[in-house]
């Protein structure tokens, strides 16, 4: 069992940066594979980054260059360093996490982010 709490979300310019932060509980955090989605108003929720048990990191291609995914195993902390954000990043952020072979998908609450002047 896992347990996952985002944080980082909030109100922020087009052009500015927010750090959001998914914390885990509960299992040997270092084996998941993490991944980043959001979800805007009638949409459906999408990958926006991954990062791998060894480090190994996927973005989708509307955030490349602008977002970075890491993680501290020590701290069983996953980051999404969000750079250069747009209107259309705005959406609820959701972290989820997955333990390879495994079947069960864990998910957080999410955490607000809203992009706007």
């Known amino acids: 069992q896992v347990q996952l709490v985002e944080s980082g979300g909030g109100l922020v310019q087009p052009g500015g940066s927010l750090r959001l932060s998914c914390a885990a509980s509960?299992?040997?955090?270092?084996?998941?594979?993490v991944g980043w989605f959001r979800q805007a108003p009638e949409n459906r929720r999408e990958l926006v980054a991954g990062i791998s048990s060894n480090g190994t990191t996927n973005y989708d291609d509307s955030v490349k260059g602008r977002f970075t995914i890491s993680r501290d195993n020590a701290k069983n902390t996953v980051y999404l360093q969000m750079t250069n954000l747009k209107p259309e990043d705005t959406a609820v952020y959701f972290c989820?996490?997955?333990?390879?072979?495994?079947?069960?998908?864990?998910w957080g609450q999410g955490t607000q982010v809203t992009v706007s002047s």
């Open positions: 509960g299992d040997i955090f270092s084996a998941y594979g």
């Open positions: 989820n996490a997955k333990r390879p072979f495994f079947p069960k998908i864990y």
